[in-house]
């Protein structure tokens, strides 16, 4: 079977010869940043939208590409079709992700002038299996005791690439509950997002999005929110505690990879009646209008 392409400074490389140095500071420190979106037949979603993303995260960590926004969509673009079409008839389609590190320094903990940054994208097949049984079952989540890190300690609005945070409340909410995602809260109390994900919810028929602050805000959040206005559903956008989500008749998780997962038990109590809503269900069929793909079909046929 043909190889998957990947983007490495410059050049299309099999993705067996997509190698980064080892003193590369985005390896040793996590002193990079990135952004990732799906394809939907081929397609990408949205790629003008994360792009900015990326660019406003890379201003952020103060990381020059050395490359333009028009460069960085050209080579996104390039991987897909390089992996066109003879890798995603048996992949399905992709989860493509664009990074960026400070690359080779000469020092241990200043940035040299002279570094050069190590610039990659993409593609990874969407592990279908791994999400697909909660479209019907809808998910739990565990509010973890691991809190979100604070916009005083890194901007959450960043996507960095250091993921430790993340991953501390995830591993937290499997040892609770192997099915179950994190939820993680801020240094206040507040909802916050998931391990790898955005978090909303629904009560008394409003769209709840917990305030924008205190995590990265999603393309695909933002086209939830977008999908529920058109649907003509209320938002709202505050400081959300455990005590309002638990008053809740609907939750979901909003992320590139799975766009929309219902979410029916929080810390083991039941939302609404336990089982996917029929918001979540009318948002994702929306979405799936939208992108031209039957998302919960396209999952389960290639779960």
């Not at 660019?55 to 028009?70: K, T």
């Not at 005083?152 to 430790?164: D, G, L």
Request: hydrophobic share 40%.
């Amino acid at each position: 079977m043909a190889e998957r392409f990947a983007y490495l400074n410059g050049d299309y490389v099999p993705e067996r010869d997509a190698k980064v140095s080892v003193l590369d500071r985005g390896f040793r420190w996590g002193d990079a940043v990135y952004d990732a979106t799906r394809t939907f037949d081929g397609r990408l979603f949205k790629l003008h939208e994360h792009v900015e993303r990326f660019f406003r995260s890379l201003r952020y960590a103060r990381i020059d590409p050395c490359l333009d926004r028009a460069a960085v969509t050209a080579f996104c673009e390039e991987v897909v079709r390089r992996n066109e079409p003879a890798r995603r008839a048996a992949d399905g389609d992709y989860i493509l992700t664009m990074q960026a590190s400070r690359g080779l320094v000469g020092g241990i903990y200043s940035p040299s002038e002279s570094a050069t940054p190590t610039v990659t994208a993409y593609c990874m097949p969407l592990a279908f299996a791994t999400h697909a049984r909660y479209y019907r079952n809808g998910a739990p989540v565990i509010v973890t005791a691991t809190r979100r890190t604070p916009p005083e300690s890194v901007s959450p609005r960043a996507k960095v690439s250091n993921k430790m945070n993340h991953f501390q409340a995830e591993f937290e909410a499997k040892a609770a509950d192997p099915d179950a995602f994190a939820l993680m809260l801020d240094t206040d109390g507040n909802i916050a997002e998931s391990s790898g994900s955005d978090f909303l919810f629904i009560s008394n028929g409003v769209l709840r999005i917990p305030q924008r602050r205190t995590h990265l805000t999603g393309v695909s959040l933002l086209t939830a929110v977008e999908l529920a206005e058109k649907l003509g559903l209320e938002t709202d956008e505050g400081a959300f505690t455990q005590f309002d989500l638990y008053q809740a008749e609907e939750a979901m998780l909003t992320a590139s990879t799975y766009c929309l997962l219902p979410v029916v038990k929080v810390n083991g109590l039941a939302l609404g009646d336990g089982k996917p809503g029929p918001i979540v269900g009318r948002l994702l069929h929306a979405w799936s209008e939208l992108v031209g793909v039957d998302i919960v079909d396209q999952a389960f046929t290639r779960a």
